[in-house]
């Protein structure tokens, strides 16, 4: 392992009209072909509901389709910022917000008989509360309906917008997720309309308002980054209490977007793996393919059977 930085321009990450180089064989997936996946996206279309699995052009779309599981995109699909990494369109969202959209995203919840849930949206910077109310709505109707399924949300980091991560976190989702995405040295290139302490002080917000709440962040890799900031990332998350970190492999979505700067070996999302869990998470996904909501439900048990076996051991 080194920690000598990889970037081509020290301060910034590739430019998008530099060329990402070829992706390896352990990176390569299917499209979404099964008939379990045609039905989901006519659910989607039927319901006017979005995916992100879609917007964001996820490398694990075919997998998680075919098990019936996919990450629901409220709020529309424009989004008011663009990052340098995220496939999601940006511009000015036009249009109200389509107040049906809880009920229709409870129905469908209900209609695909899911277990676990995975509610995000795109950022909604024009909103006075970023649209933390319709997380709010979603979370209420899901439980009136579907009382048993489990809740997950990825929100955005509501920057400037009083109260929304409060509010979020009083409608008790079972898991609050919010991506930190990258290291703080890159944040001007890859995430310029964030601030790296504002997101990892919402983190640790949510476990001050109700400590039984999960909570998820996640970052991607191969963006320029040493393996001495991955790690400090970790420290900065457990600092926050945060129980679960994944992490995978960036991956270009279009020549406009920021090229790969190299692709992370499996050995080392390994190592990564093996260094997190000794740093006292709940729960590592680490893997070039890990994506926030991959395999959501599976790891919301385990995170649940590691919360039970870490208090045991303890008491």
């Keep these: 392992m080194t920690d000598k930085p990889v ?11 530099q060329v990402s180089p070829k992706k390896p064989d352990w990176i390569r997936v299917k499209a979404p072909t099964s008939a379990e996946a045609a039905e989901v996206r006519k659910l989607m279309r039927d319901k006017n509901l979005h995916t992100v699995c879609e917007e964001a052009a996820c490398p694990n779309i075919g997998e998680c389709w075919k098990h019936k599981h996919a990450t629901f995109m409220i709020l529309g699909d424009t989004c008011t910022r663009a ?8 511009g000015n969202p036009k249009g109200a917000v389509d107040f049906a959209e809880p009920e229709n995203l409870a129905e469908s919840v209900a ?11 795109v950022d909604r ?18 439980r009136a309906t579907s009382p048993e399924c489990t809740i997950e949300v990825l929100t955005p980091d509501f920057r400037d917008k009083a109260g929304s991560i409060v509010a979020v976190a009083k409608a008790r989702p079972d898991v609050f997720n919010h991506n930190l995405e990258t ?19 919402l983190l640790q917000m949510v476990k001050e308002v109700d400590p039984t709440i999960f909570t998820k962040s996640g970052i991607m890799v191969g963006l320029g980054e040493t393996r001495a900031e991955v790690l400090q990332v970790m420290d900065d998350m457990r600092s926050a209490g945060v129980d679960f970190i994944t992490i995978g492999q960036y991956l270009q979505p279009t020549l406009k977007h920021v090229a790969v700067d190299r692709f992370v070996t499996p050995e080392e999302f390994d190592d990564y793996r093996s260094v997190a869990k000794n740093k006292g998470f709940l729960m590592v996904a680490a893997t070039p393919l890990t994506r926030s909501s991959h395999h959501a439900d599976r790891d919301f048990e385990e995170l649940r059977k590691a919360r039970a076996a870490a208090q045991s051991a303890a008491e």
């Design 111 to 121: 209609s695909m008989g899911l277990r676990h849930v995975v509610i995000t949206s």
């Design 83 to 90: 990052c340098a990494f995220c496939n999601v369109k940006t």
């Design 125 to 142: 910077d024009d909103m006075e509360d970023g649209g933390a109310f319709q997380f709010v709505g979603c979370i209420e109707r899901i």
């Design 7 to 17: 970037l081509r321009h020290p301060e910034k990450a590739r430019r998008p009209d």
């Design 183 to 201: 290291v703080p040295r890159l944040y001007p290139t890859i995430r310029p309309g964030a601030r790296y302490f504002h997101s990892l002080r």
